[in-house]
């Protein structure tokens, strides 16, 4: 895919695992139990987007879709502060949307087209992609209603992600593993790509205490190994 800009983490680790930061013109999905660590790299990532490119960002904003009403202003703060960046503009420069149903997190979406076209926009975080659709459309009988809105949701994003390239992030809480993940939103029959955007996922787990581990899977382009990472005062660190 042409023209792809990377996105840092902020973690070394993580980022050697990614090929160098999180792909504009793609999706990420964050897939882990509670507590592994997705809110809370999403929230870096929204402050890691604004620094300059030789800091590893993209000097631009992020719009953030919070489903679950765990985005957290002072957090945001804190990283910045510890990124070099000034608190109080770094909160500034996240547009927030709080969704408040699936209909609603996609018209968020449908919309979030004109907002990228006015302001300089290289980051979409969504957290959670799958919660709203699946309280919604619960047990195998609506399986197939869920799947065709996550469906169509999916592919609308991977379309702003290639037409405006940015990046998209999404998380998904799971709590198997993923050998025996079961009805993955994002992965498609026959492949990992779709149309021009791709899907990455990194599968999140915890360790002891504050320590995680990252492991790419189904993905042809990143190596099958595990690398570790904290979460501090200071953030998402090595
Ligand atoms: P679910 O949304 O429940 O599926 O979990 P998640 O994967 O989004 O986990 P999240 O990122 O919210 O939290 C991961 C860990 O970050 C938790 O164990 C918290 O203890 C830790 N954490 C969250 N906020 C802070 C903070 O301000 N300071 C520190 N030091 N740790 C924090
Ligand atoms: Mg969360």
């Known amino acids: 895919r042409r023209g792809i800009r990377r996105i840092s983490t902020g973690v070394k680790s993580l980022d050697e695992l990614l090929g160098g930061g999180i792909e504009t013109k793609a999706i990420t999905e964050l897939v882990g139990e509670f507590g592994s660590g997705k809110t809370q790299l999403c929230h870096q990532l929204s402050v890691m987007v604004q620094l300059p490119e030789d800091k590893g960002g993209l ?3 992020a719009l953030y879709v919070d489903t679950e009403n765990t985005f957290r202003p002072e957090r945001i703060m804190q990283m910045a502060k510890y990124r070099g960046l000034d608190p109080q503009e770094a909160l500034k420069n996240i547009l927030y949307a709080r969704a408040y149903n699936s209909d609603h997190q ?3 979406i449908e919309e979030s087209k004109k907002i990228i076209e006015k302001e300089n926009i290289g980051l979409i975080v969504i957290d959670s992609l799958v919660a709203h659709f699946r309280s919604e459309y619960p047990g195998r009988e609506n399986l197939a209603e869920r ?3 996550l469906n169509h949701h999916i592919a609308q994003l ?3 992600a290639d037409i405006y ?3 998209v992030v999404v998380t998904n809480q799971v709590v198997a593993q993923p050998d025996v993940f079961f ?3 994002l992965k498609p029959a026959g492949g990992n790509v779709i149309a021009h955007g791709a899907t990455y996922r990194v599968w999140l787990r915890k360790g002891k205490e ?3 581990i990252a492991k790419i899977f ?3 382009y990143h190596p099958e190994r595990e690398v570790t990472f904290r979460i501090t005062e200071e953030g998402v660190v090595d």
């Open 59 to 61: 000097k631009a904003k």
């Open 106 to 108: 996609m018209m968020i």
């Open 147 to 149: 799947q065709q809105k």
């Open 158 to 160: 991977l379309r702003i």
């Open 165 to 167: 390239n940015v990046a």
């Open 183 to 185: 009805g993955n939103p």
């Open 210 to 212: 504050n320590v995680r």
């Open 218 to 220: 189904d993905s042809p």
